[in-house]
C-alpha cells in the first residue's frame, strides 16, 4: 500500500492530522480551501490526500499551500503550489492516499495555513473522503479552479474536512511527534468552531512553551463516534491503528481516549456483537498496546470522563460500572506506559460521575473549550520528555 510509505521517515514529522472517518459528497469542477494550524514548524511541508472511501481512483489538482490571512483568504505572496512526482495533478487510487513532493516553505509552530485543492471536469464520480467533524470552516467555490486565490470567493461552507489527512513538516528543529487517537472528544465536538480549542490544540501550545519539547508535532486522530471495537462512525479502533496512529510521520507517542462509544452504545444495540463488556475494550486496549510496543512507540492511556446526565440508554448503571472497571484498569499499574486522567481533571468532585458544569457543553459527554484545556493541562509533559 501507498499510503504512509512516502513519508515515514524520522526526517518527517506529522504536525498536523486527522482521521478519514466517512464517504462524503462527489467533488467536480471544485476548489476546496482548508485552514489547518500546524503544531511544530520546519522549511519544508508536505501534505497527504486521501480517497480511503472513494469508489474509483480520483483525480486531484491543482493543489495549493498558503499562509491563511483570514476567513478563505491567504496572505498575498505566500502561495506555493504542490506537486506530485513533479506534476500539479495527481490520481490517487481507489482506497489508497498519496504524498505531495516536499516543498520549500518556513512555517512556524501554531500558525495557520490554507490548503486549496482543485478536482477538475475530467475526474470520475466517486465519493469524497471526509472527516466529519472538521471543527473549522471548509471553503468551496462551484466554479473552477480558485486554489491560488488571495481572496477566495466561497459559495458554500461546510464543517467537514475533504480528502486531506496529514501535513509533515521537516528541518533543523522537527523531531518527533504525539497521536491523539479517540472518539469525539479528541475530535473537540462541543469545542468552539474555528478556534483550535481541542485538547490535542491545547496540548500542543503547552509544547511550544518549553523549548525542550517545541520540536514534537500532534496529529489528532479523534473519530467522532469511534469505539475500540466494532465499527460506528468511521472504521474501529483495532482496525484503523495502522493508518491512523502508528503509520504517521515520526510518531513516538501515542496517547489512546477510547472505550465511551463501546460502553454507551451497549445501552441501546440491537446486535448482541455491540454489547460488549469491560473485560472486551481492555482486551481490545491490549492489542492496540502491544501492536505500538512491536513497533517500538509508547502509548499512554487516557481514563474516560464522566457521562452522568446524558440521556439513558447511553448513559447507565451498568455502563457507568464498566466505566469505572476500564478506568480501573487504565490506572493499574503495567497496562500502559504511562496515564493521563482526564476523569480525575474534569469531574465535578461532588457528582464524580458527572462532568463540572463549568466544563460540560451541555450534553454531558463533551467538554466544553474550557473542559478541554483542562485536559490539556492534566497531561504531564514528562511523558514526552527525550
Known sequence: MATASAAASNSWVDTWGCAPDSAGPLLKTQTVRQIVRVSTGGSKLRIRLSNLFGSAPLTVGPVHLALHAKDADIVAGSDHTLLFNGKPEVTVPKGESVWSDPVAMDVKALQELAVSFYVPANAVDSPSTLHNAGMTTAYINEQGDATSAVQFPADENSGSRYLLTDIAVTGPEARDAVVAFGDSITDGVGSTQNANQRWPDYLAARLQQDSKLSAIGIANSGIGGNRVL?????????????????????????????????????????????????????????????????????????????????????????????????????????????????????????????????????????????????????????????
Open 230 to 386: 466494532h465499527d460506528n462512525f468511521g472504521p474501529s479502533a483495532l482496525s484503523r491503528f495502522d493508518r491512523d496512529a502508528l503509520d504517521k510521520p515520526g510518531v513516538h507517542w501515542i496517547v489512546l481516549l477510547e472505550g465511551i462509544n463501546d460502553i454507551g452504545g451497549s445501552g441501546y444495540a440491537i446486535a448482541a456483537k455491540d454489547k460488549v463488556s469491560a473485560q472486551q475494550i481492555i482486551d481490545g486496549m491490549k492489542t492496540l498496546i502491544a501492536r505500538a510496543h512491536a513497533r517500538h512507540i509508547k502509548i499512554y492511556g487516557a481514563t474516560l470522563t464522566p457521562y452522568g446526565g446524558n440521556n439513558w440508554p447511553y448513559h447507565s448503571l451498568v455502563g457507568e460500572q464498566e466505566r469505572e472497571a476500564v478506568n480501573a484498569w487504565i490506572r493499574s499499574p503495567g497496562a500502559f506506559d504511562g496515564v493521563v486522567d482526564f476523569d480525575k481533571a474534569v469531574r465535578d468532585p461532588a457528582h464524580p460521575l458527572q462532568m463540572l458544569a463549568a466544563y460540560d457543553s451541555g450534553d454531558h459527554l463533551h467538554p466544553n473549550s474550557a473542559g478541554y484545556q483542562a485536559m490539556a493541562n492534566a497531561i504531564d509533559l514528562n511523558l514526552f520528555k527525550p
